[in-house]
């Protein structure tokens, strides 16, 4: 039973690039969630995710948006990338309705030169 | 001010020892509670959720104040494997059923031989 799985694990981008994260969640969840954590600091809720539609939202522009999939799986768009976007971006799944806790991939490493 | 306050950190302690992690939340209607841990460059893995009455496994033990809005976690009797990053997690709905999850900026610890 595979867990959550980000891809890609690493990337190095420009600034105002774009850049698309993906991930697929665990087996059996339909909600995810998407987190930035920068160096040093917990990580900091971007949006979720559920019945591809955009649920809840963090303190996050709008150069940053996302899609959910119908099988679940969901992509972080970034738009216009600035060094400040430079974090370890992370994915986590749940089933909402449930009392399971939500479940973290291995993340994405976003360095922006 | 940040709705998840943890100490500063870093912990350096020597293998046996007792740590203590403190934790403090503004916001009151925080539903649930969650102590995470994170290995250097990897994912938060969910250490334990915690409850008002209080709850252990093994030898780590964490409380829960609601009035004060505080949280602890104790571990005992320390092991070299217990260094990571700790942190502090509330979620705004019950028993983390999705919703975004609000984190502290983390407490590191590291134990010595």
């Known amino acids: 039973d595979a867990g959550v799985t980000q891809s890609p694990t690493h990337l190095i981008k420009t600034r105002g690039q774009q850049v698309t994260l993906r991930c697929s969640p665990k087996?059996?969840?339909?909600?995810v969630s998407w987190y930035q954590q920068a160096l040093g600091q917990g990580p900091q809720f971007i949006f979720q995710?559920?019945?591809?539609?955009?649920?809840q939202r963090g303190n996050f522009p709008d150069r940053f948006s996302g899609h959910q999939f119908p099988n679940y799986s969901s992509e972080l768009n970034v738009n216009a990338l600035l060094l400040g976007d430079s974090a370890l971006y992370l994915c986590?799944?749940?089933?909402?309705?449930?009392?399971?806790?939500?479940?973290f991939g291995d993340g994405t490493r976003l360095s922006i030169l | 001010r940040k709705e998840v306050e943890q100490d500063p950190g870093p912990f350096n302690v020597p293998e046996g020892a007792t740590v203590a992690f403190n934790c403090t939340y503004s916001?009151?209607?925080?539903?649930?509670f969650f102590w995470y841990r994170q290995d250097c460059r990897k994912e938060p893995k969910l250490l334990m959720s915690?409850?008002?009455s209080g709850n252990e496994d093994g030898r780590f033990t964490a409380q829960l104040n609601r009035a004060s809005q505080y949280i602890s976690l104790l571990i005992r009797d320390s092991k070299l494997s217990d260094s990571a990053t700790y942190l502090c997690?509330?979620?705004?709905?019950?028993?983390?059923?999705?919703?975004?999850?609000?984190f502290g900026q983390g407490t590191e610890l590291s134990v010595k031989p």
């Open positions: 986590a799944s749940s089933q909402t309705g449930t009392s399971q806790p939500q479940h």
């Open positions: 087996s059996g969840h339909d909600t």
């Open positions: 995710y559920y019945e591809e539609e955009e649920r």
């Open positions: 916001n009151s209607a925080s539903q649930s």
């Open positions: 915690v409850y008002s």
């Open positions: 997690v509330v979620n705004h709905l019950r028993d983390n059923q999705g919703g975004k999850l609000i």
